[in-house]
């Protein structure tokens, strides 16, 4: 997981950060990135693609990274954003925020997926599958769900009858029942749910 990072501070570029999102497939609620350049001398054990992890895990990685990590940034990009520009570009959009609230301008980016968001200044590589290969971008994966994640349940206080800390906005059997039931709240990403009432005029 180390082995990328290493190869690249070997030829120079010590700051080295990883980037990646969580939060594309669902229906409702933002969409979150994160960058974290981590400590080559301070290894955190267990980073993995976040998808991967229990709930308990990530969030204790979670604590360990954000404490241990040289610089982390998390940002996201609102429902109204993904409307606005769609959910490619707004989840770009996440990832250059999320590196903009870094308190170092990192030397080179690893970015999860194959989707460069193009951050001035700063070379890097997409890499599909990133957050099963390289520990940074492990990392950011954690960061990025845990923070959606957190930001869901306190939604569903605003929005009970959704239920969104249950499926996080996922498009479950369960969600889109609900949707049918009460219709879209201010959260949801209008261009996501054409299909889903399309389907059920039917």
């Known amino acids: 997981m180390y082995q990328l990072e290493n190869q690249l501070r070997e030829q120079g570029f010590f700051a080295v950060c990883g980037l990646d999102e969580a939060g594309c497939g669902p229906l409702a609620g933002p969409v979150y990135a994160a960058a974290v350049v981590l400590n080559p001398e301070d290894v955190i054990d267990g980073l993995n693609d976040s998808k991967k992890l229990s709930e308990k895990r990530r969030e204790a990685l979670y604590s360990q990274i954000i404490h241990r990590a040289i610089a982390f940034g998390i940002a996201k990009a609102t429902a109204e954003e993904v409307d606005q520009w769609n959910i490619l570009q ?34 890097g590589q997409t890499i599909v599958g990133g957050d099963g290969k390289c520990a940074c971008i492990a990392a950011a994966s954690i960061l990025a769900k845990v923070s959606r994640d957190r930001e869901m349940v306190q939604l569903d206080g605003c929005y009970p009858q959704y ?20 219709g879209p709240c201010p959260e949801h990403r209008k261009t996501f749910l054409k299909k889903i009432f399309l389907e059920g005029s039917r």
């Open 90 to 123: 707004a989840r770009l959009l996440a990832m250059r925020r999320a590196v903009e609230q870094l308190d170092l301008l990192p030397d080179y980016l690893l970015i999860d997926g194959n989707r460069d968001p193009k951050v001035t200044g700063v070379p």
């Open 163 to 182: 239920r969104f800390s249950q499926h996080k906005g996922y498009p479950t059997k369960l969600h889109i029942e609900l949707l049918r039931k009460y």
